[in-house]
């Protein structure tokens, strides 16, 4: 909703004339990987990390992630969950939720999967992100094809 969108220093609507408080985007690292991730049911499977952000705030800012992958669903799969940790791996924060998004169907093919999150920066602060996927599935395992990390900062 809108009261989340300001939080987040985003806006829902056009700003009034003269009206300007949107940050700045001041870094975007893109991240991909093509390496392909068997998922065995229940095991959370580490698809790629983000690459480290050359910039250093001065201040405070936000961070907003989009992750991204094409998965080849496996036979029975039930949900995919696509987390983002803080840290190069899932020992790390988990940023916003980690939500198991129910698959079309029970057939298998390749399904595309997407996850936004967000988190406030402190001043000096240059994380990387991590980006996960859990598969349910009451047979087979499921191989993530391709993923993407797209981490912007606003400040």
Known sequence: DAGELSSLGLRASAPADGED???DLTDKTISVSTTDVT????????????????LALAGSGQVFIKGWCQ?????????LTLSV??????????????NAIGVV??????????????????????PVYTLTATQNS???TGTVLQSALEVEIIN
Do not use: K, P, W
């Open 21 to 23: 408080n949107m940050g």
């Open 39 to 54: 998922l065995t049911s229940g095991s959370e499977g580490t698809l790629l990390t983000s690459q480290r952000s050359n």
């Open 71 to 79: 998965q080849a669903q496996s036979t029975g799969q039930t949900t």
């Open 85 to 98: 940790y803080r840290g190069s791996s899932t020992a790390g924060t988990l940023i916003g939720e980690a």
């Open 105 to 126: 169907g029970t057939t298998t093919g390749n399904f595309e999967h997407t996850i936004c999150v967000a988190e406030q920066l402190r001043a000096n602060d240059s």
């Open 138 to 140: 009451t047979a087979g």
